[in-house]
């Protein structure tokens, strides 16, 4: 099985929907995620913060488009 490759913005969406979401078992049987996965990038999105992770992206997105 091939491992799949998340973006940031992604995982961000995932954790934002999963909060508003009545159970954290349905989004994750949506996008098919391990509970370990999902609670993994919701550490990290907690430790850097969003605002960390949007200008990353950011940062990125300027690397590609120059």
Known sequence: MQKRIWKKEVHIAIIREAENAPTIAEV???????????????????????????????????????
């Not at 996008?31 to 200008?55: D, P, T, V």
Request: aromatic content about 16%; overall charge positive.
């Open 28 to 66: 994750l049987r949506k996008y098919n995620i391990a509970q370990s996965i999902y609670y993994k990038w919701r550490r990290q999105f907690e430790a850097y913060g969003e605002a960390h992770l949007i200008i990353n992206i950011t940062e990125q997105i300027q690397k590609l488009e120059g």
